[in-house]
C-alpha cells in the first residue's frame, strides 16, 4: 500500500498547476491548441483515412472482382464438370492469382501505416487467402456441393468488405461519410447480384434447382433490389445518371425478366401421373446461353454504378481535406502569434504534466481493463492467484499524482482480495455440498436396491402395497439427491445406455413425483429418445411435472402432453392453478434461458429449485423451456427437445429395453401416471 502525502508539499500540482500553466496556458489552449492541434490531427487523420481509403479500396476491389468471378465459374463447374468448364476455371484462378500479387503490394501499406482495425481485417483477409487453395482443391475433385462452395467464396469476398468498412468508417466529415456508407451498400448489393448470378449459373449447368437453391436465389434477387431501391434517392447526380441508364438499358431489362421468371415459376410439378404424387419444381425456366449474355452485360453496368458512387466518395473526402486544411493553417498561424509568449514560457512543464498524467490513466486502463479483469476470472474459475505477485504497484512519485496512483493500487488489491476470498468461500461450499448429495444418493440407491429384493421375496400383498410406497417414496429422494448434485454443477449419476420410446420417458418422469394420480399422459408420438439423454429428460420433465401438481389445487387434473414441432419435439405440462403474474413469467423464463450460477439462486426469498435444476438439464442438451398461461387458468410449461435427442425410428439392430411398465402400481390400488390416449 502507498504512502499518503500532503497536498501542500512543494510538488503540490497546484502550485504546477498555478506556476506553470494557468496563467501561460490559457491564450494558447483557447487559440493554438483547439485551432492548430485538434484541427491538425482531425485533418491529417482524415487524410490519411482518405489515402488508405483510396488506395485499398481499389487495390482490394480487383481482388474481389476477380473472386466473384472465379465464384461463378466454380459453380460452373460443380453443376456440369465438363472440359470446357474445367479449363474456364483454370484461367480464372490464374487471372485471380495475378490480380492478388498485385493488389497485395498495392494494400501492404494497410498494415503499415492502417489504422488498428483496418490491419487486423486486412491481416484476417491474408490469412483466410491462405485457405483458398484447399478450396479449390476440394472444388477441383467435387468435395463440396454448390451451396458450400458458394458460401466459402462469399466469405472470402466480405472478409473483403470488412476492410472497405473499416477504411469508411474511420472518415470524419459528415458528407463523406455519408457517400461512403453509400458506395459500401452498393458493393453489397452488386456482390448479392454476383452471388445470384453465379448460384443460377451453377444451377443451369446443373440442370435442376433444389428448394434450397430457389430460396437462395429468391434472397438474394430481393436484396440487392432492396438496396438499390433504397438507395437511389441518396446518389448524387452523376452516380444517378449512371444508375438511371442502367436500369433502361437492354440487358439490365433483360437480366430483370429472366431473374422473375425463374423466381415466379411454379413451385411444384403437377402430379398428374397415376400413383406419382407431385414433387418440387426444379427446372430451370432460363438456358445457359440467354442468361450468360444477358447477365455478362448486365455486370459491368451494375459495376460502373458501384465504381461511380466511390469515386464519388472520394472526391468527397479530398474535398473535406482541402477545406479543413484551408481553416487549420489560418487559425493556427493567428493563434500562433497570439500564443507564442505562452508556448514558451508553459511547454516544458505542462508537458511534462500532461504526459504523467496521459502515462498514469493508460496504465491504471491497462490494469483495469486487462490485467485486474483475468485476475478475477481466475480466482473466480478456482486457479491460484499470489495478488502481490500479480498486481505490480503503480509509482508516480509523491504528490497528488502519486496518491492517485497509491489510492488505484489499495483498491485493486482490495478487489482482488475480495475476489479470491468469495471464490475460495464459494469452491469449498460447493465441495462440501456435492459431497453430501453424493452420499445422499448412494444411501438412496442402496435403498432401493434392498427393496428390491425385498419387494421380490415379500409375498403378502398389503405389505408389498406399503413396500411399493416405500418404493416411490425413495426415487422421489433419489431425484431430490440428483437435484443436488445437479446444482452443484456436476452431472447425474444415473446413465442409460440404450434408446428409450418417448411414452416410456414420460410415464417414468410421471412416477417420480408425488402426485401422479393426477397426472394425465395425453400423447406421445412414437419417438425414440436417445440413450445419452433419456436420464436427464426423465429429470427434467418429472420437475416440470412436480411443480405444475405442487402449485394447482390438490383435485385438479395436470395433463402432459407432446408432439412434433419444427426442430424437434415439444412436451406440454399444462396444470389448472392459480397462474403467475406477468413479472413471474418474465423471471421464469430467464432462469430457465440463462442457467444461473448457484450462488444465484440463493437470492429469492422462496427460489423454485426445480427451476434452476431445469434450467441447468436444458443447458446441458440445448433443450428450451418456456412457461405460459394456460387457457384454463394455470401455467403450462413447453420444453422443445432438438432433433439430436431423438430418433424417429428404432434401428433393427438396435435393442430397446421396456424399462417402464405402462402402469406403474398405485401404492392405494389406482392406477399409476394415465394412459396414452394414442399416438400421433
Not at 442438451?621 to 401455467?635: D, F, N
Request: charged share 25%; net charge neutral.
Amino acid at each position: 500500500m502507498g504512502t499518503r502525502h500532503a497536498a501542500g508539499g512543494r510538488n503540490s500540482i497546484r502550485r504546477q498547476l498555478t506556476r506553470n500553466v494557468l496563467i501561460p496556458s490559457v491564450s494558447f489552449l483557447l487559440l493554438w491548441a483547439t485551432i492548430a492541434a485538434a484541427g491538425s490531427a482531425q485533418t491529417a487523420a482524415l487524410a490519411l483515412a482518405t489515402l488508405n481509403g483510396t488506395d485499398g479500396v481499389v487495390s482490394l476491389g480487383a481482388i474481389a472482382a476477380e473472386l466473384r468471378h472465379e465464384r461463378r465459374a466454380s459453380q460452373v463447374y460443380l453443376g456440369d464438370t465438363d472440359r470446357p468448364a474445367a479449363d474456364r476455371l483454370n484461367r480464372q484462378r490464374a487471372r485471380t492469382d495475378a490480380a492478388f500479387r498485385a493488389a497485395y503490394e498495392q494494400a501492404s501499406h494497410l498494415l503499415d501505416r492502417g489504422e488498428p482495425e483496418i490491419r487486423d481485417r486486412t491481416r484476417d483477409f491474408f490469412d483466410s487467402w491462405k485457405e483458398l487453395p484447399a478450396l479449390r482443391g476440394s472444388v477441383s475433385a467435387g468435395r463440396l456441393d454448390r451451396e458450400t462452395a458458394l458460401s466459402r467464396y462469399t466469405d472470402l469476398i466480405d472478409d473483403i468488405h470488412l476492410i472497405s468498412d473499416a477504411i469508411v468508417m474511420r472518415l470524419n466529415d459528415e458528407r463523406s461519410l455519408t457517400e461512403g456508407v453509400l458506395a459500401l451498400q452498393l458493393m453489397r448489393a452488386r456482390d448479392y447480384y454476383s452471388q445470384a448470378d453465379a448460384l443460377l449459373s451453377g444451377v443451369i449447368a446443373a440442370g435442376a434447382m433444389t428448394y434450397e437453391e430457389s430460396a437462395h436465389f429468391v434472397h438474394l434477387t430481393a436484396s440487392y433490389r432492396d438496396v438499390l431501391s433504397d438507395s437511389e434517392r441518396h446518389l448524387a447526380p452523376p452516380v444517378r445518371a449512371r444508375y438511371d441508364a442502367m436500369r433502361e438499358d437492354a440487358e439490365w431489362i433483360a437480366v430483370t425478366r429472366l431473374s422473375q421468371a425463374v423466381v415466379m415459376r411454379e413451385p411444384v410439378n403437377g402430379g398428374g401421373t397415376p400413383g406419382r404424387p407431385a414433387g418440387w419444381n426444379t427446372e430451370v425456366p432460363v438456358g445457359q446461353r440467354e442468361w450468360d449474355a444477358s447477365s455478362s452485360a448486365a455486370a459491368p453496368l451494375f459495376h460502373d454504378v458501384v465504381i461511380a458512387q466511390v469515386q464519388s466518395s472520394i472526391d468527397s473526402a479530398w474535398a473535406a481535406v482541402r477545406h479543413r486544411i484551408l481553416v487549420n493553417v489560418g487559425g493556427s498561424l493567428v493563434a500562433l502569434v497570439a500564443g507564442a509568449t505562452a508556448i514558451v514560457v508553459a511547454l516544458r512543464s505542462a508537458r511534462r504534466l500532461t504526459g504523467r498524467l496521459q502515462r498514469l490513466r493508460a496504465d491504471t486502463l491497462e490494469v483495469a481493463e486487462t490485467r485486474l479483469p483475468d485476475i478475477v476470472a481466475r480466482a473466480q474459475g478456482g486457479r491460484r492467484v499470489d495478488v502481490e505477485a500479480e498486481l505490480a504497484p503503480l509509482s508516480y512519485g509523491d504528490d497528488e499524482i502519486g496518491e492517485v496512483a497509491d489510492a488505484f493500487n489499495t483498491a485493486q488489491r482490495t478487489a482482488v482480495r475480495a475476489a479470491v476470498k468469495q471464490a475460495e468461500i464459494r469452491e469449498g461450499a460447493n465441495r462440501v455440498f456435492l459431497g453430501i448429495a453424493y452420499r445422499n444418493q448412494a444411501l438412496v440407491q442402496r435403498q432401493l436396491r434392498l427393496l428390491d429384493e425385498i419387494e421380490y421375496e415379500e409375498e403378502d400383498p398389503r405389505r408389498l402395497q406399503k413396500l411399493f410406497r416405500l418404493d416411490h417414496l425413495a426415487t422421489r429422494g433419489r431425484r431430490y439427491a440428483d437435484n443436488l448434485i445437479i446444482l452443484g454443477g456436476a452431472p447425474s449419476a444415473r446413465r442409460w445406455r440404450e434408446h428409450l420410446p418417448l411414452v416410456d420417458v414420460l410415464r417414468a418422469a410421471i412416477s417420480e413425483t408425488e402426485d401422479y394420480q393426477r397426472v394425465r399422459l395425453r400423447s406421445a408420438p412414437k419417438v425414440w429418445v436417445r440413450g445419452v439423454a433419456v436420464a436427464d429428460v426423465v429429470h427434467l420433465v418429472a420437475e416440470l411435472v412436480e411443480n405444475a401438481t405442487q402449485f394447482s389445487p390438490a383435485g385438479a387434473p395436470v395433463d402432459v402432453n407432446s408432439g412434433r414441432v419444427p426442430g424437434g419435439l415439444a412436451i406440454d405440462v399444462e396444470d389448472r392453478g392459480l397462474g403467475m403474474t406477468d413479472e413471474a413469467y418474465t423471471e421464469a423464463d430467464r432462469t430457465l434461458a440463462e442457467a444461473p450460477e448457484f450462488d444465484v439462486m440463493a437470492l429469492p426469498d422462496e427460489p423454485r429449485l426445480g427451476l434452476f435444476v431445469v434450467a441447468r438439464l436444458a443447458a446441458r442438451h440445448g433443450v428450451r423451456v418456456r412457461l405460459r398461461p394456460s387457457p384454463y387458468g394455470g401455467t403450462r410449461a413447453t420444453a422443445i427437445l432438438p432433433e439430436a435427442l431423438l430418433r424417429d425410428v428404432r434401428p433393427d439392430n438396435e435393442r430397446v429395453r421396456e424399462t417402464v411398465p405402462r402402469q406403474a402400481a398405485d401404492p392405494d390400488g389406482a392406477t399409476g401416471p394415465g394412459e396414452c390416449r394414442g399416438d400421433r
